[in-house]
């Protein structure tokens, strides 16, 4: 009997079977296993997508989206650069520092460097984001976007000597450098530390004269530092183009000769209140508007507040910089008087 046993299991057919059914359980085990991390892995994305409709996704939930549910690489950019748009910039750091440990190719780390740079650049990282910048230059030399964050960076940190360099490289590259190399010989001007208030000045109103883009920035540095020399060239400036700094002087500050040798300046004070009776309207509907009021015996609480429109972008800014803060192009913003309450100057709070 036992021998019989012995020559059963020999038996080849047998062999077969056993090997079948270790084949079967292995198989039905295997797919079993596909099956619960199938389901797994489902319930994973369902939450995930649950997420991405409430608007709640996390920094790793990006890295997930790119590397295991191989959402293609630009989505991902633009489902991070809503972070941007919603003024988050530490949400948008952490997940382009999360996306940059996954991706590989060249072309996308530096787009995403790119992106790190500027985001660090919007929330004032101004060092951070120099440090990006130089790093893609090592690599991407001719890389344009990192060259024209570093030159605003160079500026910003005063650094005015690697802001001409940046020049140099952006004009070796075809690009219009005008209006940029102005502006820095500007700020070289201003931020001179040797030279006196009388001698800056009198050269920034000498490149006003050349260059009529100036206007702004060099009537405010003259009447901030050299009313003299501003009155004294009166005529050389466009009012209308300067109309809050005319309005926010204060009446011993404003040489009233040349007032009463111009039209426009007439309008503009009567308009003020600060005189009557020299202009009776104006071809201006703000101040046509108060010169009306300040005759009528009933007095209404108006006066002008002032916004900055940008030429480019058309976008209006609360103060006047001389680079847009929203488009970055220089001496694009014009000042646009209008019709309100009494508000405070703001800005005399820059
Ligand atoms: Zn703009």
Request: aromatic share 12%; hydrophobic share 40%.
């Amino acid at each position: 009997m036992l021998e019989l046993e012995i020559l059963d299991y020999r038996d080849p057919l047998i062999g077969v079977i056993v090997i079948f059914t270790i084949v079967f359980i292995a198989s039905f085990l295997t797919y079993s296993l596909n099956i619960y991390k199938e389901k797994q892995s489902r319930k994973e994305y369902r939450k995930l997508l649950q997420r991405f409709e409430l608007g709640t996704l996390k920094e790793e939930d990006y890295t997930h989206l790119y590397s295991t549910y191989n959402l293609p690489f630009d989505s991902i950019i633009l489902l991070a650069s809503t972070f941007i748009y919603e003024g988050k910039h530490n949400k948008a750091i952490s997940v382009y520092l999360a996306l940059l440990e996954h991706v590989k190719e060249p072309v996308k780390k530096e787009e995403l460097l790119e992106l790190l740079g500027n985001a660090y650049f919007k929330s004032g990282l101004l060092q951070r984001s120099k440090d990006i910048y130089l790093k893609i230059l090592k690599f991407s030399p001719r890389n344009k976007i990192a060259l024209k964050h570093l030159l605003l960076i160079f500026q910003n940190l005063n650094e005015y000597n690697r802001a001409n360099e940046v020049l140099d490289a952006l004009e070796e590259l075809d690009e219009d450098t005008i209006k940029e190399r102005t502006y820095l010989n500007i700020l070289t001007i201003i931020d001179d530390p040797i030279l006196s208030f009388e001698t800056k000045s009198t050269q920034l109103f000498n490149n006003f004269i050349v260059d009529n883009n100036l206007e702004r920035v060099v009537a405010n540095y003259l009447i901030k530092f050299n009313k003299e020399l501003f009155w004294n060239n009166i005529e050389e400036f466009d009012a209308m183009k300067i109309i809050d700094y005319l309005w926010y002087l204060d009446f011993e500050d404003i040489d009233w000769e040349k007032v009463n040798q111009s039209d426009i300046l007439k309008e503009i004070y009567s308009a003020k209140g600060y005189i009557l009776d020299e202009a009776k309207q104006s071809e201006y509907f703000e101040l046509n508007a108060l010169i009306a009021v300040k005759h009528s015996p009933v007095k209404a609480q108006l006066d002008l507040n002032f916004e900055f429109i940008c030429r480019k972008c058309k976008k209006t800014h609360p103060i006047f910089e001389a680079r847009c803060p929203h488009c970055s192009d220089l001496f694009s913003l014009v000042v646009e008087p209008k019709l309100g309450k009494p508000t405070i100057n703001l800005n005399s709070l820059v």
